[in-house]
């Protein structure tokens, strides 16, 4: 079975500060890998994915994630947080033998302090 | 905004009731997933539908079924609700049957109440 971890429940950060928001995942398999960012009342966006190639991959807003296999990592960062980054950030996996189903994390709540 | 529309955006009802939860893909996509978010299971895959085909089956209550129509969008209904069937349901599409590189674009959600 496939799983995804954010170990983090909330990232505290200043603006202008770098950001990273953590994922490590688990599959049989090769991974293909997603990040989403839900504001408040709103749905699911999507920021970036990583299907092969070029470990790392730039996604909208001035995001990035860096693909580790060795570590099954997929974290997400910017190099310089705003404040209207606040939000909820998902990790999302999927993997061949696993249907088209795409698993998330937790989720992470990034808070950004002027 | 993804593209893809939901209706209502919040409904509250009463336990035992049935609710039918309304979603149009994107112009163009063919798949559309449906996903509950909870707080205490987080974000959960329901069920997929291609085409008008159920396509795959994830965490869906029999008491849940879906439809998606020949105009390509897609209803799902909830019965006989508990208190615990209280959550966010969103809706997205995708272009294809759900190819493993597809990207799944997220409706803004119905929230769902029951008292």
């Known amino acids: 079975a496939q799983s995804v971890a954010q170990p983090e429940d909330q990232v505290n950060v200043a603006e202008g500060n770098p950001l990273t928001v953590k994922c490590t995942y688990s599959v049989s398999g090769n991974p293909y890998l997603f990040w989403y960012v839900q504001y408040p009342n709103r749905g699911l966006q999507f920021l970036l994915k990583?299907?092969?190639?070029?470990?790392l991959v730039k996604g909208s807003y001035g995001f990035e994630a860096e693909f580790n296999k060795s570590q099954t990592s997929f974290h997400l960062k910017k190099p310089s947080a705003l404040v209207s980054d606040s939000a909820l950030y998902f990790c999302?996996?999927?993997?061949f033998g696993a249907g088209n189903m795409l698993t998330f994390g937790g989720g992470t709540r990034l808070m950004v302090k002027p | 905004d993804s593209g893809v529309t939901q209706t209502p955006k919040h409904l509250i009802t009463a336990t035992g009731q049935r609710v039918t939860l309304r979603c149009s893909p994107r112009?163009?996509?063919?798949?559309v997933y449906w996903y509950q978010q909870s707080l205490d299971q987080g974000l959960q895959f329901l069920i997929q539908?291609?085409?008008?085909?159920?396509?795959a089956k994830g965490n869906i209550l029999e008491r849940f079924s879906a439809q998606q129509f020949p105009d390509l969008h897609s209803e799902l209904n909830l019965s006989s609700l508990e208190l615990g069937d209280s959550a966010l349901y969103f809706c997205?599409?995708?272009?294809?049957?759900?190819?493993?590189?597809?990207?799944?674009?997220f409706g803004p959600g119905t929230r769902l109440t029951v008292l």
């Open positions: 112009s163009g996509d063919l798949s």
């Open positions: 539908y291609y085409n008008g085909e159920e396509r």
């Open positions: 999302a996996v999927r993997a």
């Open positions: 990583y299907i092969t190639g070029d470990n």
């Open positions: 997205a599409s995708s272009e294809r049957a759900g190819e493993i590189t597809d990207t799944q674009y």
